[in-house]
């Protein structure tokens, strides 16, 4: 069975940092190209960052430069570092792969950007 299991969110100032993880089971995951998406309330969730099994990344624009996607294939888990926190990166943050056919999706982990 898999699963994905995010953690690291909280309430942080403008301008702060935090550091998302998502440990994965029940994959190959050194296989598996990995992503993080966001969802703010009323909005459509979003692709943020993507890692590929080889560790190639890709950001959308509006966090380039300030979110880095990374793997740590020993340890199953892909972490989001988010640096220069805006109250527009407020958002439940959520971790996917796809394997197949099928998306998996963590539970995802709040962040909120409020001074």
């Known amino acids: 069975q898999v699963q994905l299991v995010e953690s690291g969110g909280g309430l942080v100032q403008p301008g702060g940092s935090l550091r998302l993880s998502c440990t994965a089971s029940?994959?190959?995951?050194?296989?598996?190209?990995m992503d993080w998406y966001r969802q703010a309330p009323g909005k459509q969730r979003e692709l943020v960052a993507q890692?590929?099994?080889?560790?190639?990344?890709k950001y959308v624009d509006s966090v380039n430069g300030r979110f880095t996607i990374s793997r740590d294939n020993a340890k199953k888990t892909v972490y989001l570092q988010i640096n220069s926190l805006k109250p527009e990166d407020t958002a439940v943050y959520y971790c996917?792969?796809?394997?197949?056919?099928?998306?998996?999706w963590g539970q995802g982990t709040q962040v909120t950007v409020t001074s």
């Open positions: 029940g994959i190959i995951f050194r296989l598996n190209a």
């Open positions: 996917h792969t796809l394997l197949g056919y099928v998306d998996y």
């Open positions: 890692i590929t099994n080889d560790g190639s990344t």
